[in-house]
Every structure is written in C-alpha cells, then in structure tokens.
C-alpha cells in the first residue's frame, strides 16, 4: 500500500486524509495539538467545497448546514448601500466549524493514524521516500488506526522524538507552516493585513436574516446557523498584537441588532488578520506538498479559505486517481487561489477604509454597483423563464 503522511490536522488536513484513504493510500496523520478540534465560530462552505465533501462520501453537511440567504449591505447607523436581493448567484451554506471538522473526521477509516500532541520538526526526501521528525507529548495516538509511530508510515522514536517516513508528506500546517519554512527559506511568508478579526456565537432570537455593515475602519456581519444561533464576525483596524478591544464598546452605536448579539455571546475569539504575499510559492516540491493555509492563507473577507483547502484535497484525489504526476495538483491549484488571495485581500482593503471622504465615495460607488447587478439579475431571469 502506498503511504502518506499528513502534518497538521485541521479542517485541510483531515480533508487530505480522507482523500488520500479513498485513493487506497495509508495515512498517518501528526497534529501538534493535544487533541482534535476546531475553534467555536461558524464557517462559510461554497458549492465548489460542498461538492468536493459529497465525492468524499462526507455525510451531514446539508443537514447541519443552514442555506445563506442573500444578503444586503448596511452602514453602521443600518440605511441600507445595497438592499438584500435575489442575484442569481451561488450562496454558501453556514455551518459550526466544529461539527464540519467532526463531519470530516467521521469519514477516516482505518488506514489512517492520528498522532495528536505530536510537533513535526523536520522533514527530509530523497528518491524513496520522505523522512519527517517530529516530538511528542504525552502518549499520542488517537483515531482510527490507533497505532504508534510506527503505524501507516514506517517510523521509530528515539531519545530526540520520533521519526516517520513514507512516499508523500501533506504539509497542511497552517498559515505559519514550518513545511513550508524548511522549503523555501527565503518566502517571506505571512504578511499583516492591518486588521484584527472578532468572531462569536451570539445565542438570542432576532429576525434579521443577515448581511454585512461597513463602517469606517470596521465591519461586522452575521448570519444564522442552523440551530437557531447566530454567527457573527467583525474587524477593526488595529496593530498586530494589541491588548483585546472590548467588541462591545466598538459597536456600541451601530445599528440593531449588532449590539443585542453582542451582549448575547459568551466567548469572543480574536485573530491578527495576515495572508500570504503573491507569488505563492509552488505548491509541490519533490515527494512534499503544500495544502490549505499553508500553501495559500487567504484573509477571510470571502469565506473561502477553508473551502480552498477542502478543493485542495479534491484536486489531490483526481490527479492521484488518475495517476498524474503532482504537478498537475501545483498546475490546478495554484492558479485559482492566488487570484481568490488576491481577490480577498483587495475586499479587505476597501473594507476597511477609514476616511470620511473614502468611505463615502466607496458606499456611493457599491449602492450603484449593487443596483446595476440587482437588475442585470431581474433581466437573466425574465430571459430564462418559459414562455
Ligand atoms: C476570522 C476568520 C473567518 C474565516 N471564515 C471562513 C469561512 O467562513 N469560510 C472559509 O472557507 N474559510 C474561512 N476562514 C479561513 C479558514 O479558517 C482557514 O483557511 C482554514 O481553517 C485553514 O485550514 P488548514 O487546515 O489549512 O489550516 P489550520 O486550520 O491552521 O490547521 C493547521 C493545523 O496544523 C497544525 N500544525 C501546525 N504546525 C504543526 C507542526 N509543526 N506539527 C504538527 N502539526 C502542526 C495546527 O495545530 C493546526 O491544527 C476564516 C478565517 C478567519 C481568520
């Protein structure tokens, strides 16, 4: 049997595993964090993701997800730049983060090892194969094959951690990969967006079906999940690395019912805003490749970041199925996310501006732009329906 080892096991690297399972691969997956998980906020999963999740036999995401409804545009005081309307266009659907990890996870068989409390150090190829080392905490083995270091991929532990080797390494360790790192020591790897991100799980009853408000310097969005509870998501200009804002405060005056969500969420999550500088560097190198953050971290000004890696892993399967070599997985992907990074990180720029005058010409210009596409939308319909 062929063998892979995955490093990092967040929403792209179970994506991976599951995909490397289903091409007859064993797989062994090393995670640094003691235990498998993802962090409490909601998540955006397009079409193009939900389909690579259905050929992967992943079940439940159209049970747990809630259908987007289109969404409109508000300033902070709630007039409305572009009104919600039907544009035609594909919508994600909103999922906990949690469960579509969890959803993931249940489709690993046995041919895939989890070493959890298990940091990858080191990661060496030749014509064979490749040689990782990594340390471990604690006794690691969790999943479904359950076995030790020397589980899917060949490996051993020795005074200075452990050591695995196989034909592939995945390397889905996030945007700061060490992977990655070792590759190529001269990227300049992640660059600060000028932004913090907030995120919470507001658990209150409110009518509104959604959309974003932009303010000046700061934005804010929500949307519903399933269950009833409300995912929300804002951002304000900020240093990298300053004291936490109570979220609270900064949206006090804006429109209801930011504030009513606000004071309805128990835990605030905070991340420093950073993606990765185009070019991206290649994503295939030998017997190593890079996949999700680490290949192409994205801000999340379009949601896409997660579903990137989860297309990833779908590429991955068809160029191994139809036994291509991986450049064909470098050729496919790396294309399409650069310009999504490229993309997500212009939205974030306009997003955040914060002169009066910016603000007002750039409101000015999305009320028109929004308009025009709500009636190029009326007019694809009128020409598409029967007669
Ligand atoms: C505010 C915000 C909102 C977002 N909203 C969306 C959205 O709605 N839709 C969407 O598609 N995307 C969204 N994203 C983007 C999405 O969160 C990421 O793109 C996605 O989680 C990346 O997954 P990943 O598996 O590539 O990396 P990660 O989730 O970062 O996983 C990397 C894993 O590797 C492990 N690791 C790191 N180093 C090592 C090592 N040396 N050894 C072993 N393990 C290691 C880490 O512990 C981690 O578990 C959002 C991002 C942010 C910040």
């Known amino acids: 049997m062929r063998t892979a080892i995955v490093v990092g096991a967040g929403i792209g690297g179970v994506t991976a595993a599951v995909a490397l399972e289903q091409c007859g691969w064993q797989v062994t997956m090393l995670e640094r964090a003691a235990e498998l998980g993802e962090v409490g906020a909601g998540i955006s999963v397009w079409p193009g993701a939900a389909a690579v ?63 959890t409390g298990t940091t990858v150090t080191g990661v060496t190829q030749d014509s064979d194969g490749v040689t990782v080392t990594a340390t471990s905490v604690a006794p690691a083995s969790a999943g479904s094959g359950g076995a030790g270091p020397a589980g899917a991929a060949s490996g051993s532990v020795g005074a200075g951690g452990a050591e695995y080797r196989a034909e592939l390494v995945v390397a889905a360790d996030g945007i700061r990969s060490g992977i990655r790192g070792l590759l190529a020591s001269e990227y300049k790897g992640p660059r600060y967006s000028g932004y913090t991100a907030y995120r919470g799980i507001a658990e209150v009853e409110v009518e509104d079906s959604g959309g974003e408000t932009w303010g000046r310097g700061q934005r804010f969005g929500f949307a519903k999940l399933i269950d009833g509870r409300i995912y ?27 504030p009513a969500l606000l004071a309805a969420t128990r835990a605030v ?5 950073y993606d990765l500088p185009t070019p991206l560097l290649p994503f295939v190198h030998g017997r190593v490749l890079l996949l999700g953050d680490a290949a192409h971290a994205m801000t999340p000004n379009m949601g896409r970041g997660a579903c990137s890696a989860i297309e990833d892993a779908g590429a991955l399967a068809r160029v191994l199925r139809a036994g291509k070599d991986l450049s064909a997985y470098d050729a496919e992907r790396r294309p399409a996310t650069t310009k999504l990074v490229k993309r997500s990180h212009q939205i974030g720029v306009i997003g955040q501006l914060d002169s009066k005058l910016a603000c007002t010409v750039r409101d000015a210009v999305l009320a028109m732009g929004g308009k025009t596409a709500g009636l190029l939308a009326k007019r694809r319909k009128v020409e598409q329906s029967p007669v």
């Open 269 to 273: 999550l905070r991340n420093d805003i």
């Open 53 to 115: 999740l259905e050929e992967l036999g992943v079940e439940g995401v159209a049970k747990a997800a809630r259908l987007g409804e289109a969404a409109g545009m508000r300033r902070w005081d709630g007039r409305w730049i572009v009104e919600a309307a039907e544009l035609g266009i594909e919508l994600p659907v909103m999922l906990h983060r949690a469960q579509l990890h969890q959803l993931i996870r249940d489709r690993l068989g046995s041919a895939v090892t989890i070493h």
């Open 232 to 258: 929300w998501y804002a951002t304000a200009n900020r240093e990298p690395g300053g004291a936490d804002d109570d979220v609270k405060e900064l949206f006090a005056n804006w429109h209801e019912p930011i």
